[in-house]
């Protein structure tokens, strides 16, 4: 597109007007230099110009239509500056001026013409009719009215009459001509095909005025038609603007036909002129030429013409629609998928051969009630999601059914309406093979394979199911004592007996609403209803049940157990698990075999003892940071803000406990402001290229206030929305309200960008890209394998980050805790990292010193010039 700064085009005719109006009056009839040829020479002049800026913009296919429109004006402009010079004669003299305004004339009829030819399936033996039908109807009309008694013996001198024909019947032709070719143009430049019918309209009528100035010389028509002449010069350079907005190849890829209104008015105007003409040359006794007779005769005969043909399209439309009907049959019904039509009362009018397959339609009933063949539970659903959905996109239905044998059958319906009709198309199609693979992957990814227990990701996601109910819960984490040395001495197959053992003996020993689940090794965890005395009495109950003697093969073994407790509060499910593991360890330093309740609840402590807004305003509350590296170069990219609470008595409370303390006071809201506030401040203070990661807590999101404080924080600091990002856990995507992921719809918008923590503890990536516009995710590698076990986390670390990167989602490895596992991530080429092998815990200051003065581990970012690109740590 080219960018040219230009005056609009009504200050253009505004001052060629004003300008006309000053040499008007200066150039009388037959004078030279002729003043208003000169304007008008000026004005073709910047026409053709800006015609030919406009056009360089333009695809080489788009662009020849819009550049005869420039060649004419250009030949306009040399007739009008030889005119006015006297070089070539004045206008009206049969000279050199009036030669190249009739070759200029031309111009828009072949732009129309190439238009018409971008239209898809152009029948130009119709267009040449309509053409021709419309510019000898206009004849008819100027004949009758206008030429007629301009010729009559006496009325002007013989050798001007050739020049007052050329000039009287160009308005028809032309007008009659473009107009028809431009009646049906594409979509893309109906509006550019609209301002050329404008243009060449003011054309005609100026082609008319002239014929009538010479026949009755007078300023009066010379002015008129230098006024037309102007309109349609600046008309021209519209039609090309309009024509240089369009993007792209659009109007040469967009063929799709349209009527053009502007057209389909010239031609019934000019069909409809016709018999008017007559009867008015009749009433007024006007004298008929006989070459306007038989124009009419042409035109009736091509009218006949014209109903033949479309008579004839009409028959091949016809055959074609029946042909089209018989392949769509065809099709439908040699498809494996079912295509079936419903009434409003969703009874079934039609069914292919697959569909009846499907759906189990029986020949004794081919026209019954959809909602019969389906589950009767499954009936409301089933007709609320039809009957509701209209237009649009329409959700996919399942429909449950059971198959010929008994077997149930799971179907897939997408469906659309029949605007008008009252009924429905249904595709539907057998997905029982694939729902019955998703189920199985699905209960893999939540089950532990050995003893078929729920995993880790199920306690989690169960532990956040549950945390919007006000029931008292409590977690137990327990590993058993002495399982090493069964590994030890009976080897590995017997250790696995153990566990599936020991599985079988907590599934029995509690109640069915518990959740007993295996978290890796030989730890387990129990998930239970009730207050602390219910848990320590579970745990009483597992310590004796585990500690009788387990008999597997011809050895018997007595491993026991130790067990930490704790209450798991709303939203706290990763503290639950922190608390209760280290009451596991106070057990095992108590000597094993015991249990142990976490009692040092320092969260209950602080929120009695002081207020986190108080502790807010105070400084008390602090940021601290962890850097996060390029897993390649090693260069600091980005920074992981944690808030921590400096409690003067209990010491530094960390994030979790902090937020913990803040629900209990009610006043989450305020430090969810004030750590994206701070977050964004400290970060846009130290460097102008680090980025910045603050997590969202589970269940004390404000999602309603979110945006509106990411706003307002980045644009405090005028920190670019791209260098923060927001990430969230699943455990916060099933906790918060339902306005979570509008909300986070919304932050994305404006440039803020969207991570997933904790990837691998819930189900996964998959489920959540339909849901989020997710950007980055981050992997625990503690969690992908264990002992230590460096060649299988990178392997399947590898296999994450190739998948996310499909999806184009950025992988951060964090929790690296050895150097030998950072040097083989980054040589693994592992997009960023973080961990205690980086620098963690930071202070804003202690940020600001390691860019001064970088550690052995990272690299201090170059600085470079805004815009920043997107930094390969990809946080």
Same mark, same amino acid.
């Given at each position: ?27 009388? =009839? ?38 005869? &429109? ?21 206008? %009206? ?70 020049? #007052?024909?050329? =000039?009287?019947? =160009?308005?028809? #032709? ?19 095909? @609209? ?67 502007? +057209? ?57 629609? &029946? ?26 009018? *039609? ?35 039809? @009957?509701?959905?209209? %237009? ?21 319906? @997408? ?10 198309? &249904? ?19 939540? @089950? ?38 069964? $590994? ?24 069915? !609403? ?42 018997? *073994?007595?491993? +026991? ?63 601290? *940071?962890?850097?996060?590296? $390029? ?50 401040? !400290? ?66 918008? /404006? %440039? ?6 904790? =990837? ?27 002992? %230590?076990?460096?060649?299988? /986390? ?22 690296? !805790? ?19 092998? &980086? ?37």
């Amino acid at each position: 597109m080219n960018q040219v700064r230009r005056a609009p085009l009504s200050l253009v005719l505004l001052g060629a007007l004003v300008a006309l109006g000053i040499a008007v009056p200066a150039s009388p =009839y037959g004078a030279v230099p002729q003043w208003d040829n000169l304007v008008l020479a000026a004005l073709g002049g910047w026409a053709a110009w800006r015609c030919t800026r406009l056009t360089r913009g333009m695809d080489v296919r788009d662009r020849l239509p819009w550049q005869v &429109l420039g060649a004419s004006s250009l030949l306009f402009a040399c007739a009008s500056l030889v005119t006015g010079l006297g070089v070539g004669g004045a206008l %009206g003299q049969l000279g050199l001026g009036d030669l190249l305004v009739l070759i200029a004339a031309l111009g828009p009829t072949v732009s129309a013409a190439l238009i018409g030819g971008r239209v898809r399936g152009t029948r130009w033996p119709i267009l040449v009719i309509d053409g021709v039908l419309v510019t000898l109807a206009l004849v008819v009309v100027a004949d009758v009215l206008v030429l007629a008694p301009a010729v009559t013996p006496g009325a002007i001198d013989p050798d001007l009459l050739p020049l #007052v024909l050329a =000039y009287g019947i =160009y308005p028809a #032709v032309a007008v009659g001509v473009v107009g028809a070719l431009c009646t049906v143009s594409t979509a893309a430049v109906r509006r550019p095909a @609209t301002a050329m019918i404008l243009m060449t309209g003011l054309l005609g009528l100026a082609s008319a005025l002239l014929a009538v100035h010479i026949v009755q010389p007078g300023t009066t028509w010379a002015a008129a038609a230098d006024v037309a002449i102007a309109g349609a010069l600046v008309a021209a350079v519209h039609a090309v603007q309009l024509a240089s907005a369009v993007p792209g190849r659009s109007s040469a890829a967009d063929s799709t036909p349209t009527v053009n209104s502007a +057209g389909l008015v010239i031609d019934v105007l000019a069909l409809i002129g016709v018999p008017v003409t007559l009867v008015t040359a009749l009433l007024l006794d006007l004298r008929v030429p006989d070459g306007a007779l038989a124009c009419t005769a042409v035109v009736v005969l091509l009218l006949l013409v014209r109903l033949f043909m479309r008579i004839r399209d009409s028959d091949r439309i016809e055959e074609d629609l &029946l042909r089209s009907e018989e392949d769509f049959r065809g099709l439908v019904e040699a498809s494996s998928d079912g295509v079936a039509i419903v009434d409003a009362e969703l009874r079934l009018e *039609f069914t292919s051969p697959a569909a009846r397959t499907l759906l189990g339609v029986v020949e004794a009933d081919p026209h019954p009630l959809l909602l019969d063949l389906l589950h009767e539970e499954d009936r409301p659903r089933v007709r609320r999601e039809l @009957t509701t959905a209209a %237009g649009g996109v329409t959700p996919v239905v399942h429909l449950r059914l059971h198959g010929p044998e008994g077997e149930r059958r799971d179907l897939e319906v @997408t469906h659309h309406e029949r605007p008008g009709s009252g009924r429905r198309v &249904l595709h539907l199609r057998d997905v029982t093979t694939r729902r019955r693979r998703e189920q199985e992957l699905e209960r893999m990814a939540f @089950t532990d394979h050995l003893t078929r227990l729920p995993n880790r990701a199920l306690l989690f996601q169960e532990m956040a199911a549950g945390s919007a109910t006000t029931a008292e819960r409590s977690l137990l984490v327990l590993d058993l004592d002495g399982f090493k040395a069964v $590994n030890d001495s009976a080897g590995h197959e017997a250790g696995d007996l153990l566990l599936v053992e020991v599985a079988r003996r907590l599934q029995g020993l509690l109640r069915t !609403d518990d959740l007993v689940a295996r978290l890796g090794g030989d730890e387990f965890a129990v998930l239970l209803a009730g207050g602390e005395d219910a848990a320590v009495e579970a745990a009483q109950r597992v310590l004796d049940v585990l500690a009788r003697p387990c008999r597997i093969g011809d050895r018997t *073994f007595t491993v +026991g157990a130790s067990v930490g407790i704790c209450r798991v509060h709303p939203g706290g499910g990763q503290l639950a698990f922190r608390q209760a593991d280290a009451a596991l360890g106070a057990a095992k330093r108590a000597g094993k075999g015991c249990w142990r309740l976490h009692t040092d609840d320092r969260v209950a402590q602080a929120a009695a003892s002081s207020s986190v807004a108080t502790a807010l305003a105070d400084g008390e509350v602090q940021l601290r *940071f962890d850097t996060i590296a $390029n897993g390649d170069t090693g260069v600091l990219a980005a920074l992981h803000a944690q808030p921590v609470w400096l409690h003067p008595e209990l010491g530094a409370l960390p994030a979790a406990e902090l937020w913990a303390a803040a629900e209990r006071q009610g006043c989450t809201a305020a430090l969810q402001q004030w750590l994206i506030t701070r977050a964004c401040a !400290d970060v846009a203070a130290l460097d102008d290229q680090l980025l910045v990661a603050v997590d969202l807590p589970a269940g004390l999101v404000h999602a309603d206030e979110l945006p509106g404080e990411v706003a307002v924080a980045l644009a405090a600091v005028d920190l670019a929305p791209p260098r923060l990002t927001l990430f969230v856990t699943e455990e916060v995507l099933q906790t918060s309200s339902a306005a979570l992921i509008p909300a986070l719809h919304a932050v994305h918008r /404006t %440039g803020v960008r969207i991570g997933l923590d904790d =990837y691998g503890m819930g189900s996964t990536l998959w489920s959540q890209l339909s849901r989020l516009p997710l950007e980055v995710v981050m992997v625990d590698v503690r969690n992908l394998s264990a002992g %230590g076990n460096h060649d299988r /986390t990178l392997e399947v670390l590898g296999a994450i980050g190739r998948s996310a990167r499909d999806f184009e989602v950025s992988t951060v490895a964090k929790e690296i !805790d050895s150097r030998q596992l950072l040097h083989e991530l980054r040589v693994q080429g592992v997009v960023a990292v973080s961990g205690p092998v &980086l620098p963690t815990g930071l202070t804003a200051a202690e940020v600001a010193a390691l860019l001064r003065h970088p550690g052995p581990a990272v690299v201090a970012p170059v600085p470079v010039p805004v815009p920043l690109p997107r930094p390969r740590a990809g946080v």
